[in-house]
C-alpha cells in the first residue's frame, strides 16, 4: 500500500518535501516510516496526524492514506 507524506512549516526544511507518496505496510508506524527515509534529526517536537488524527509516533499505520507531520506553532 502507499501512503502520502504532508509535511508542514520546519518539519519541510527538515525532510525537504511538502509532500511525498511512500510504501508502507499497515504494521509500519510512522516513526518507522520516517526512519526509512533516513531522517536522523531528532523529531519528537513534531506531532503526527494520521487521516488528520492526531496519533502517537509508535500507532500503526493500518489503512492510513495520509501521515501528516506538524511542527509547533506559535501565533500572534
Known sequence: MTIQ?????QARDIFGFSEKT???DPADTPRTLLQRLQVSDDLTFIRIALDQ???DWDTAI???KELALIPPVSGG
Open 53 to 55: 488524527e492526531y496519533r
Open 5 to 9: 507524506i504532508l509535511a508542514f512549516a
Open 62 to 64: 493500518g489503512t492510513a
Open 22 to 24: 511512500v510504501e508502507c
